[in-house]
């Protein structure tokens, strides 16, 4: 910690030596932002040096560069925030530092309050944060993100105001920490570290990609020796300076036009990589089977304007000793990125070569972390209560649904576990009472959810009798009634296919979290009923049947709605000399121009068994019998929308689909699709 200490001391001394506060009132332009060339002899710009040069003070590395309000764009413009738009480069310029000139000045003064109305400081929190704990290091503590600071806050037992900026929420964490006795006589860097020690509020599921140095692993020994990964695209320069994958798909059409819409998977791999994170996993391969080493993150990703190719870089250091041929070839890792599951990273940081059967031993640490996905629906049904995932069909919403179920259930392990391990855990779940399934469909009433008079098939009497009979959603609440400390789960599928209102009748009412326990007469047996705190609801709901505005909005009101949309990283590899992934994501992007988002494909249709599809025959059986058939379905027979989408491999009048061999179809669905995309470098 002294030595970090000292380090930090060190880069807040540079910062103020060339960056005088007095300074600011004329510092030029050109002294500022990013993406320019500095004058000879002047050093870094100031952005540069606050996001990459001053990592002991905390840091604001990620993302775009519209962190630092105005940039220098690569194709020659000036990208400035919102309140400086219209302006020239050198008025926003004047107005910008004007602004951070009176923010300096009212924190001198003490006036924290007068910086709410500097206005355009507040589309670049973290920069402004950082750089007013740079220069009044005891009234500001070296934490910047917005959520963490909210995420300490509340750990120390304050609550934020809704807007505030990340300014003022760091001068409320100041406050909480000045407060207790036991980090009296602490530095702000020593504060820091503590908190992101014990309690890192980033996300523990760490990303795992499969990067490949150059072609054939040709630069492994540069970036070996190096400590770093290298990939190409030098054309597009800083990937910094691109704030979605939709502004840097456009300029990979610019220098690759021929990509027939792949190279938004392109850029969105890029962007991934843009933002690796320390602690990050790389897997370093040459070909589709060759491990040459694992790493681990080290730093933050730069572009190197200098180098004579592949420019862009990410720091990662590097462990060979679990260089490897794998068992068996992933077809995937033909393309310079790959997804890579927990399961086989963990396979080779063990040295298992073959597939064999897994063991919680094999989770990074012996403690398994919960994917992205599910954690966001159990924070969603935190929050609210119910949740319902929506998307097109195939896109996993089910598989969601019951992966949070396993999680609720204590059986995360699972989640990443081989689809047969997994199968028999959900199964193991669905036993235990705790979660229920069932599907909802047009003849699906409220004697069946709620209560309900139905043939008794136990009576004997001559006739027939009718009982009143619990639906699902109370029995389920009985039990949940007996087991108050563990949360049990509905899981309702195809949600959107029921008469809602019809059947949830006066349940309705009692869905939000703040009427739970509230007793309510229901309307067949007037008998009191409540439903306990301790139950939650997922639906699931295909958007292509019916879309959410369809929904009776009372009930649309108690539900939290997460997409679930087609995931081309589900569906890595290779079939023939066709991209899977590029190929998913060409041909959803055809079908969102012509059809709409709703109707798109998801990724499962490309899955078998969890794994992408990897023959010529199953690319086939899957195009010609399920994906020509709902294609066809959603164009009502039009052979002119048909076509759209699908190109030369529909006939323009007829709308039949070309007949071809296996082999010959995927071929033709990468001219089709894929072709023009730049850069696999296996």
């Not at 970036?223 to 770093?228: I, K, L, P, W, Y």
């Not at 060979?320 to 963990?346: D, E, M, N, Y």
């Amino acid at each position: 910690m002294a030595a970090t200490g000292t380090a930090a001391e060190d880069e807040r001394k540079q910062v103020l030596s060339q960056f005088p506060m007095e300074k600011w009132g004329t510092l030029p332009l050109a002294r500022y932002a990013l993406g320019q060339t500095a004058p000879s002899g002047s050093g870094p710009t100031y952005c540069r040096l606050m996001e990459f040069g001053t990592p002991n003070l905390g840091s604001i590395k990620g993302g775009s560069a519209a962190k630092h309000i105005m940039y220098h764009h690569n194709s020659g413009e000036w990208r400035v925030a919102a309140p400086l738009r219209g302006m020239e480069p050198q008025e926003a310029w004047e107005e910008l530092r004007g602004q951070f000139v009176r923010a300096f000045e009212a924190v001198a003064d003490g006036d924290f309050e007068a910086m709410d109305d500097l206005e355009a400081l507040r589309f670049g929190p973290t920069l402004v944060t950082k750089s007013l704990a740079t220069y009044f290091p005891d009234r500001f503590l070296p934490v910047y993100a917005g959520e963490h600071l909210r995420t300490f806050v509340a750990l120390l037992g304050g609550s934020v105001q809704a807007g505030a900026p990340a300014w003022h929420i760091n001068r409320q964490l100041l406050e909480l920490v000045s407060a207790r006795a036991e980090f009296a006589g602490w530095s702000g860097l020593e504060v820091m570290s503590l908190l992101y020690d014990r309690f890192d509020p980033r996300p523990q599921q760490r990303s795992i990609w499969k990067i490949a140095p150059g072609e054939r692993g040709r630069l492994w020994d540069e970036c070996r020796d190096g400590a770093v990964i290298r990939v190409a695209w030098d054309e597009l320069g800083d990937l910094g300076q691109y704030q979605s994958d939709a502004e840097l798909k456009q300029a990979l059409d610019a220098h690759w036009p021929r990509s027939s819409g792949g190279s938004l998977t392109t850029a969105r791999r890029l962007l991934a990589f843009r933002d690796l994170e320390a602690g990050d996993r790389v897997v370093a391969n040459r070909g589709t089977d060759e491990v040459l080493a694992t790493g681990t993150v080290s730093g933050s990703y730069r572009f190197e304007s200098d180098h004579t190719e592949y420019r862009h870089v990410v720091p990662v250091s590097w462990d060979a000793s679990h260089a490897r041929k794998l068992s068996q070839p992933q077809h995937g890792w033909r393309s310079t990125f790959a997804k890579v599951q927990p399961t086989l990273f963990a396979r080779i940081t063990a040295g298992v070569t073959e597939s064999g059967s897994e063991s919680a031993e094999l989770y990074a640490g012996g403690s398994v972390t919960l994917p992205e996905d599910v954690a966001g629906v159990l924070e969603a049904l935190e929050r609210k209560g119910q949740v319902i995932l929506h998307g097109p069909p195939g896109t996993g919403k089910t598989r969601l649904a019951l992966g949070a179920a396993l999680a609720l259930a204590g059986r995360a392990d699972a989640l990443n576990s081989a689809p047969d391990r997994r199968a028999a855990a959900q199964a193991e779940t669905l036993r235990d009472g705790r979660i229920h399934m069932v599907t909802f469909h047009p003849s699906y009433g409220y004697e069946d959810f709620v209560e309900g008079f139905k043939p008794d098939l136990g009576a004997t009497g001559p006739g027939l009798t009718l009982a009143l009979t619990d639906g699902v959603f109370p029995t389920l609440c009985t039990h949940a009634s007996a087991r108050p400390d563990e949360t049990f789960l509905l899981i309702i599928d195809e949600i959107n296919r029921g008469d809602l209102p019809r059947i949830f009748g006066e349940l309705v009412t009692l869905l939000e979290l703040d009427k739970r326990g509230l007793p309510l007469a229901l309307s067949v047996s007037r008998r009191t009923f409540s439903v306990p705190p301790n139950v939650r609801i997922i639906g699931t709901m295909n958007t292509a049947d019916r879309s959410i505005s369809h929904l009776d909005a009372a009930v649309r009101r108690r539900f939290a709605f997460l997409p679930v949309g087609p995931d081309p990283d589900a569906v890595f590899g290779t079939v023939g000399p066709l991209d899977l992934a590029q190929f998913l994501e060409s041909l959803n992007t055809r079908i969102a121009r012509h059809l709409d988002a709703d109707h798109q494909i998801g990724h499962a249709y490309l899955l078998r068994d969890g794994e992408p599809i990897a023959t010529e025959d199953a690319l086939a059986a899957v195009f010609h019998h399920e994906v020509i058939p709902l294609l066809e379905d959603y164009c009502l027979g039009r052979a002119d929308l048909l076509h759209r989408i699908f190109g030369s491999l529909v006939d323009t009048d007829t709308g039949r689909p070309a007949l071809m061999s296996p082999q010959d179809l995927a071929a033709a669905l990468a001219t089709e699709f894929t072709s023009g995309t730049p850069g696999p470098d296996a």
